[in-house]
């Protein structure tokens, strides 16, 4: 396999590993150990290491070596509070433009959602779960037609990650949860509504509301 095709097949999984919390945060990243997880030489580990500091997933340690950039509050605020707006202007603007097309993808999206609930249940697969959530709010989003935009809204995302996976451990299968699957039903009627000013308010109070609970378990 060429070096390059190595460096971006381990930047993938490293930055999925990091993300779903795999590697938690401040783990150092020991070389010896991911050339066997990955199945790579050095170089494209470098290579794909110094990607995700650029990303600030990773931190050079000791000069050195690396390890997975820890968590904080101050970022947890910031990156939530960034998030929440960056969506409310999406979901405005995917009102504004989306067609019939975009309405079908929605119900389809929310009814794959609302049918693996189960995997939220003891044992379950989370990450299959969060694919699933991601593409229903990916599925609202995509209205918005703009592509800049949607970039933005992926890197934010993807920053929270690590964070939304560590209220999805503490909340699957309880009273949160089930708050969080209403208001992705209420999401949707208002979005399907064409009522902005509910949907943008509605995905605001989505995202900011676990940002709450998560600075408590910090």
Not at 24 to 45: D, T, W
Not at 141 to 151: A, D, F, I, Q, Y
Not at 175 to 190: I, K, P, R
Request: hydrophobic content about 45%.
């Amino acid at each position: 396999m060429p070096q390059e095709n190595s460096a971006a097949k381990v930047l993938f999984h490293l930055k999925q590993d990091i993300l779903t919390g795999f590697f938690v945060a401040g783990h150092k990243l020991k070389m010896s150990a991911l050339k066997e997880r990955y199945q790579v030489g050095v170089n494209p580990l470098r290579e794909a290491l110094s990607q995700l500091v650029v990303m600030q997933l990773v931190q050079v340690h000791d000069q050195r070596g690396y390890r997975v950039c820890p968590v904080s509050q101050t970022e947890l605020v910031d990156i939530y509070d960034t998030r929440a707006h960056i969506e409310s202007l999406c979901v405005g603007l995917a009102i504004e433009r989306g067609d019939e097309a975009w309405e079908a993808n929605i119900v389809a999206a929310a009814y794959r959602l609302q049918s693996n609930a189960d995997l939220l249940k003891a044992d379950g697969d989370l990450q299959a779960w969060e694919k699933l959530h991601q593409g229903f709010h990916y599925a609202i989003v995509k209205g918005c037609g703009s592509e800049e935009l949607l970039r933005v809204r992926l890197d934010l995302y993807e920053k929270a990650s690590r964070y939304r996976n560590l209220w999805l451990k503490h909340n699957a299968g309880h009273g949160a949860f089930d708050v969080n699957q209403m208001e992705h039903e209420q999401l949707v009627t208002a979005v399907l509504a064409r009522d902005l000013e509910s949907a943008k308010k509605l995905i605001f109070k989505h995202i900011i509301v676990p940002s709450q609970v998560l600075q408590g378990l910090l």
